[in-house]
Every structure is written in structure tokens, then in C-alpha cells.
T-cell receptor, first 116, second 113 residues
Framework: GAVVSQHPSWVICKSGTSVKIECRSL??????MFWYRQFPKQSLMLMAT?????????EQGVEKDKFLINHASLTLSTLTVTSAHPEDSSFYIC????????????FGDGTRLSIL | AQSVAQPEDQVNVAEGNPLTVKCTYS??????LFWYVQYPNRGLQFLLK??????LVKGSYGFEAEFNKSQTSFHLKKPSALVSDSALYFC???????????FGAGTTVTVRA
């Protein structure tokens, strides 16, 4: 149980393109979803937290207009990287958790984004 | 504020030997502690958690961790390591009532045959 599916797993696109990444909880209702960014051989950096039906909460230094997050249902959250540039190239990982203070976050397999 | 320290960037062990990955934490209240493993180009896989109760927690793939409140530690252990355990391991903590996880920097484990 507790499977999180993230799609696509790999994206290569030209500078200026907008890219949408989907994160789905397959067998549980995800009241809260998280989006992380990970640089090579580094830890995860939390970008934003989203709760179903409400606006995402962004961490300090993360541009809201650059990284659009939508959490329209209890099983789906999307991250759109708008007008992507080479510096946005990174590994993006989503996670989801259900209601309950002691529930762990369950992670997707990540999306490798490469902007040319 | 909450934080996690993983003092070792790398741990190298021979297959069949015990494996320990160290983690210390800092929280203002009672901690919820987690261990995750990451394989190359993959997301994080949940291994185990400590919420309350027994200090020794057993998790997936033969891993266990011991919560030590006085030393504020939560070291990950496996009695007999396998080559397939070679991966990047993250310790994470969150305070009771806080939904955000704080991750350690990660420890790369290499198990040689």
C-alpha cells in the first residue's frame, strides 16, 4: 500500500517551455502533498506544501509564479514549471501523506527535468 | 526549530557485516523520526518510523533503528548487510504537530561483495 506515482519520470525540453509534473496517490487519499527539489548528491529541499482544495504554501525563496502547484483532488497534485530555463534543471520529487499526525510521507519516483 | 545531522557522508562495509548509519536530531518537542532509502534516479522509499513506544523499531528489508532520547539519536542498523543495500540513506524528523519533514544530508552506503 501507500503508492505514489509521479509522471513523467524524465523530461528534456527547450528553454522557455512550460512543463507539468503530476503526482498521484494510487491507493490512499492524500490530504497533503509536498514538492521537493534535489540537486546531485544533496538532500531534499522542500519547495511547497499543498492541501487539497486550497492554495499551496511555498517555502521562502521559491517563486510562486515560476512553480505553479495545483491540488485539485485528494489523489492528484501537479507542479508546473513555467517558462523553464537551464537553471531549473533538477530532480523534482513529490510526496503525499494521509490524515493522521504520525503518518509518514510516501514519495514518488521523481522527475528528472533537463532544460536545454 | 527542528534539524537532523548525519555525521557520515559515506559508510563502507563488507557484505555480511553489521551496518550502522548514524543520525542525531534536534526538536523543540517530542520527535517523530523516519528513515528513508534512495536508489539512483528514484524517489525515497520509507524504511521505518519512531512515533512512540518501544525504542527499538523494526522496519523493511531487515533494518531496525534505536531511539535514544538522552543522546537524541536514531541510528539505523542492519545485522548483516547485503550488496543490494548500497544506496543513499536519509534520516528525517518532524516535531509533533508540524507537518514538515527536516532531512539530514544523507549517507551513502556501499556494501562490497
Amino acid at each position: 500500500g501507500a503508492v505514489v506515482s509521479q509522471h513523467p519520470s524524465w523530461v528534456i525540453c527547450k528553454s522557455g517551455t512550460s512543463v507539468k509534473i503530476e503526482c498521484r496517490s494510487l491507493d490512499f487519499q492524500a490530504t497533503t502533498m509536498f514538492w521537493y527539489r534535489q540537486f546531485p548528491k544533496q538532500s531534499l529541499m522542500l519547495m511547497a506544501t499543498s492541501n487539497e482544495g486550497s492554495k499551496a504554501t511555498y517555502e521562502q525563496g521559491v517563486e510562486k509564479d515560476k512553480f505553479l502547484i495545483n491540488h485539485a483532488s485528494l489523489t492528484l497534485s501537479t507542479l508546473t514549471v513555467t517558462s523553464a530555463h537551464p537553471e531549473d534543471s533538477s530532480f523534482y520529487i513529490c510526496s503525499a501523506t494521509s490524515t493522521g499526525d504520525n503518518q509518514p510521507q510516501h514519495f514518488g519516483d521523481g522527475t528528472r527535468l533537463s532544460i536545454l | 526549530a527542528q534539524s537532523v545531522a548525519q555525521p557520515e557522508d559515506q559508510v563502507n562495509v563488507a557484505e555480511g557485516n553489521p551496518l550502522t548509519v548514524k543520525c542525531t536530531y534536534s526538536v523543540s518537542g517530542n520527535p517523530y523520526l523516519f528513515w528513508y532509502v534512495q536508489y539512483p534516479n528514484r524517489g525515497l522509499q520509507f524504511l521505518l518510523k519512531y512515533i512512540t513506544g518501544d525504542n527499538l523499531v523494526k522496519g523493511s528489508y531487515g533494518f531496525e533503528a534505536e531511539f535514544n532520547k538522552s543522546q537524541t539519536s536514531f541510528h539505523l542498523k542492519k545485522p548483516s548487510a547485503l550488496v543490494s543495500d548500497s544506496a543513499l540513506y536519509f534520516c528525517a524528523v518532524r516535531d509533533v504537530g508540524d507537518y514538515k519533514l527536516s532531512f539530514g544530508a544523507g549517507t551513502t552506503v556501499t556494501v562490497r561483495a
